[in-house]
C-alpha cells in the first residue's frame, strides 16, 4: 500500500495517496513513514493545522524519527 501511495503523489493524484496513508494509519497507526507522508501532502497543500495533528499522532518514541523531522521542517 505505500508503495502504491508513493506511485500516486509521483503522478500527482494526492488524494488517492492521502486516501492510502489514511487507510494504512486506520490498521496501523504507529507507521511513522505513512504519518510522515500523509502530513507531509497536508503541509504541501496549505493544511498546516492537518499536517501538525498527523504530526501529533506520532509516537513519543518516533516522534524524532528523520521522516518527521523532514515534515516538521516544512
Not at 505505500?2 to 497507526?29: C, F, H, R, W
Not at 497543500?45 to 523531522?69: C, E, M
Request: proline fraction near 4%; glycine fraction near 6%.
Amino acid at each position: 500500500a505505500m508503495k502504491v501511495a508513493a506511485e500516486a503523489t509521483a503522478q500527482g493524484d494526492t488524494q488517492t495517496a492521502a486516501d492510502i496513508y489514511s487507510q494504512v494509519l486506520e490498521i496501523a497507526p504507529d507507521t511513522i513513514d505513512a504519518i510522515a507522508a500523509l502530513a507531509g501532502l497536508l503541509a504541501d497543500a496549505g493544511d498546516l493545522d492537518g499536517a501538525r495533528q498527523v504530526l501529533a499522532t506520532a509516537p513519543q518514541d518516533k516522534a524524532s524519527a528523520p521522516a518527521i523531522a523532514g515534515v516538521q521542517a516544512k
